[in-house]
């Protein structure tokens, strides 16, 4: 099955360290997304990737890092130096070959909880 | 001010009433106009996607856009139990490859039976 995996589901971090959340895509997609959800606030965007070995920052990147070394995988690092870091994480990704209609398929999510 | 703004609800409706969930937005580049539906602890799924004003219809679900006015909406029919979930519209402006989207608060609807 075609899809994107996220894991892990849920994630405890303790103040201080560096976390890394995976993302894998087997939908052949270029350009691969990261949102953050908090309750009420929809989502905002990370970072995005549109190739490999490129990205880019969203509204909100400080305190995360990315990498995009394979075109299925976008891994995200919470660092220390995000302040606020607990909220649902969700990556998509989606194939801008069409500059008209752009489906973001998304992933299920990571909890990530600070303690 | 946001450049999207969506009632965060909740909206607690019957079972087999009219839903209606609207979004408003200031940035007059934005064409392509998306309603996700996201049940708890899940991802977001795309449930109508719609290009520049007009309305698009997919079973019990309906699809507006008024760009003068600035103000989408996404009407249920025969709303069901199943139907309870988080809506979120999303947006995105045109001439753009890689498909930036800018989404609102989503609303949480539930319908009972």
């Known amino acids: 099955d075609g899809g994107i995996t996220q894991s892990p589901k849920y994630l405890f971090r303790k103040e201080g360290q560096n976390v890394t959340l995976s993302c894998e895509q087997n939908l052949n997609h270029d350009a691969m997304y990261w949102y953050r959800q908090d309750p009420g606030q929809g989502l905002r965007l990370i970072y995005y990737?549109?190739?490999?070995?490129?990205?880019q920052k969203g509204d909100i990147a400080e305190g995360y890092s990315v990498s995009r070394e394979k075109k299925e995988s976008f891994p995200l690092t919470v660092t220390s130096a995000q302040k606020n870091p607990t909220a649902f994480y969700l990556c998509a990704s989606s194939t801008p070959r069409d500059f008209s209609y752009n489906e973001q398929f998304f992933g299920p999510g990571t909890r990530l909880t600070v303690l | 001010q946001k450049e999207v703004e969506q009632d965060p609800g909740p909206l607690s409706v019957p079972e087999g009433a009219i839903v209606s969930l609207n979004c408003t937005y200031s940035?007059?580049?934005?064409?392509?106009f998306m309603w996700y539906r996201q049940y708890s602890r899940k991802g977001p799924e795309l449930l109508m996607y719609t290009y520049s004003s007009g309305n698009k219809e997919d079973g019990r679900f309906t699809a507006q856009v008024d760009k003068s006015s600035k103000y989408i909406s996404l009407f249920i029919r025969d709303s069901q139990p199943s139907d309870s979930a988080t809506y979120l519209c999303a947006m995105r402006a045109g001439g753009t490859s890689y498909g930036k989207l800018t989404f609102g608060q989503g609303t949480i609807l539930t319908v009972h039976p």
């Open positions: 990737s549109q190739i490999v070995n490129d990205f």
């Open positions: 940035n007059s580049a934005f064409q392509y």
